[in-house]
């Protein structure tokens, strides 16, 4: 059984930084993309970056690119989301996720964490 769970979420400021752990357990991961999502209040779940599990392969959304950074310590087993220069348009909860394809949509990860809350003040 897969398991994602994630950390670090928080209260910040705007401009502040926070990081977030995902640490993944129940199988390999040699093979899999891990991903991380957001969803505000009444919005849909957005992609916001993914790397392959060599570390080989990263890609952000347009509206993190340059602030967030995505990577991953195979030896843990852990992908983090490096979050600097917060705006309180990141607001949300972060979601991490697994799943077979590079992809960016929602519906090709196949494993999700619960989620943890970022919330960035003005």
């Known amino acids: 059984q897969v398991q994602l769970v994630e950390s670090g979420g928080g209260l910040v400021q705007a401009g502040g930084s926070l990081r977030l752990s995902c640490a993944a357990s129940?199988?390999?991961?040699?093979?899999?993309?891990m991903g991380w999502f957001r969803q505000a209040p009444g919005k849909e779940r957005d992609f916001v970056a993914r790397i392959n599990w060599s570390g080989a392969s990263t890609y952000y959304a347009d509206s993190v690119k340059g602030r967030f950074t995505i990577s991953r310590d195979t030896a843990k087993n852990t992908v983090y989301l490096q979050m600097n220069s917060l705006k309180p348009e990141d607001t949300a909860v972060y979601y991490c996720?697994?799943?077979?394809?590079?992809?960016?949509?929602?519906?090709?990860?196949?494993?999700w964490g619960q989620g943890t809350q970022v919330t960035v003040s003005s």
């Open positions: 996720a697994i799943g077979r394809r590079v992809a960016t949509a929602p519906t090709f990860y196949d494993y």
């Open positions: 129940g199988r390999t991961f040699s093979s899999y993309v």
